[in-house]
């Protein structure tokens, strides 16, 4: 079974910066795609950003040109460097890779969440 384990988050200043660490463990064979998504309170859960192993990336509008997502296939490990952070940019945050692990059997995996607080 593959595990996801996220680091990182916190309370930061409107203005400011984190980046968010995510790694995998298991018997990976190969992952497709990693990705990170925020929950609000009262909100649903959105995307905020992926990658896919071709290195192609998407992210959500309120996110464009302050947030940057990488990812490193051979240490299974994703990060999320978020800048000019805002406070409605406060959330949980959880990891989420898919991919094919022994046995070729395909895994879609979450993390357990690490919450950002934006606030002055």
């Known amino acids: 079974q593959v595990q996801l384990v996220e680091s990182g988050g916190g309370l930061v200043q409107p203005g400011g910066s984190l980046r968010l660490s995510c790694a995998a463990s298991?018997?990976?064979?190969?992952?497709?795609?990693m990705a990170w998504y925020r929950q609000a309170p009262g909100k649903q859960r959105e995307l905020v950003a992926r990658?896919?192993?071709?290195?192609?990336?998407n992210y959500a509008d309120s996110v464009k040109g302050r947030f940057t997502i990488y990812g490193d296939n051979a240490k299974n490990t994703t990060n999320l460097q978020m800048n000019n952070l805002k406070p409605e940019d406060t959330a949980v945050y959880y990891c989420?890779?898919?991919?094919?692990?022994?046995?070729?059997?395909?895994?879609?995996?979450w993390g357990q969440g690490t919450q950002v607080t934006v606030s002055s």
């Open positions: 989420n890779m898919d991919g094919v692990e022994l046995g070729l059997k395909t895994f879609g995996s």
């Open positions: 298991g018997s990976i064979l190969r992952i497709y795609a």
């Open positions: 990658i896919v192993n071709t290195g192609y990336t």
